[in-house]
């Protein structure tokens, strides 16, 4: 099964290569930067559902 990755319509850059790309694949979910596609971060939804209820209640806006 081919994975299907998604990034984020808020992804600035025309080639492509300046965001985060996420799939599910067999239960899990898979980040990486669409300009190192090579390096791949593992997790699991639920873990995915608690960083991104952190980010949208601005835990991380210092980061950026």
């Given at each position: 099964?081919?994975?299907q990755?998604?990034?984020?319509?808020?992804?600035?850059?025309?080639?492509g290569?300046?965001?985060?790309?996420?799939?599910a694949?067999?239960?899990?979910?898979?980040?990486?930067?669409?300009?190192?596609?090579?390096?791949?971060?593992?997790?699991?939804?639920?873990?995915?559902?608690?960083?991104?209820?952190?980010?949208?209640?601005?835990?991380?806006?210092?980061?950026?």
């Open positions: 099964m081919e994975i990755w998604r990034k984020s319509s808020k992804s600035s850059n025309a080639e290569s300046d965001c985060l790309e996420l799939a694949h067999n239960g899990e979910i898979l980040l990486r930067e669409s300009d190192s596609p090579d390096v791949v971060v593992r997790t699991t939804p639920a873990k995915l559902r608690a960083f991104l209820g952190g980010a949208k209640e601005g835990e991380f806006d210092d980061l950026t």
